[in-house]
């Protein structure tokens, strides 16, 4: 089991353009989650994703975010016309299953530059 | 609103030497706290839980209701210890601490 993987592991992206976090869960993990982790910041919540599925996406900014976990494929997190706020790391988790435990695998992150 | 609180963003000590790293939240309702460490160019991977009641690696952590806190110690720290730790509250969703830093000086 590879884990979960995540690609690319740094993207450079001009303001204005396009980004997109691809993210693959473990093997059995149904469950996957976005983070967020600023300079000098601990990670914070985006969104939770089961497939086909957006379960609590509170944590997301209201505009040019998204994101999707179709049933074929990987979870893509999507960031529309990036602005230099948006450089951070991107981290997204899996889990077998919400229940009382929280155990999330972690990927290696992305990590977004905007120039 | 929930919060976690690590006030130490860096921790130094000698190895053999006891560590405790603070760790504080704040949530209305029953929590659930678990530690996550980062070793050096490593994922983030949970590390204990309150509700297990385990040690991992010599490392505990009691959760204090009265004091909202959730400390991690070990009494006798080694090298390999040194690694970023993460707080995280359960709370629909996971919320981390911004990360204590513990460097375990040979």
């Known amino acids: 089991n590879a884990g979960v993987m995540q690609n690319p592991r740094h993207l450079v992206r001009r303001r204005g353009q396009e980004a997109r976090l691809r993210c693959s869960p473990m093997?059995?993990?149904?469950?996957v989650y976005w983070y967020r982790q600023l300079p000098e910041e601990g990670l914070k919540f985006m969104v939770y994703?089961?497939?086909?599925?957006?379960?609590?996406e509170s944590g997301m900014p209201k505009e040019r975010f998204s994101a999707e976990f179709p049933k074929e494929g990987p979870s893509i997190l999507r960031i529309q016309q990036v602005v230099r706020g948006d450089s951070a790391a991107y981290f997204c988790?899996?889990?077998?299953?919400?229940?009382?435990?929280?155990?999330?695998?972690f990927g290696p992150g992305t990590r977004l530059t905007v120039t | 609103a929930q919060r976690v609180t690590q006030p130490e963003k860096l921790l130094s000590v000698f190895k053999g030497a006891p560590v405790e790293l603070k760790c504080n939240y704040s949530?209305?309702?029953?929590?659930?706290l678990f530690w996550y460490v980062q070793y050096s160019r490593q994922r983030l991977q949970l590390l204990l839980r309150h509700i297990s009641r385990e040690s991992i690696k010599g490392f505990t952590a009691d959760l204090n209701k009265g004091e909202t806190s959730f400390h991690l110690k070990k009494p006798f720290a080694q090298e390999e210890d040194s690694a970023m730790y993460y707080c995280?509250?359960?709370?629909?969703?996971?919320?981390f601490g911004t990360g204590t830093r513990l460097t375990v000086i040979p």
């Open positions: 949530y209305s309702g029953s929590p659930e």
């Open positions: 093997k059995g993990h149904s469950h």
């Open positions: 988790a899996s889990s077998q299953n919400r229940g009382e435990s929280y155990e999330q695998y």
């Open positions: 995280a509250l359960g709370a629909n969703n996971l919320f």
């Open positions: 994703l089961q497939k086909e599925n957006i379960i609590d």
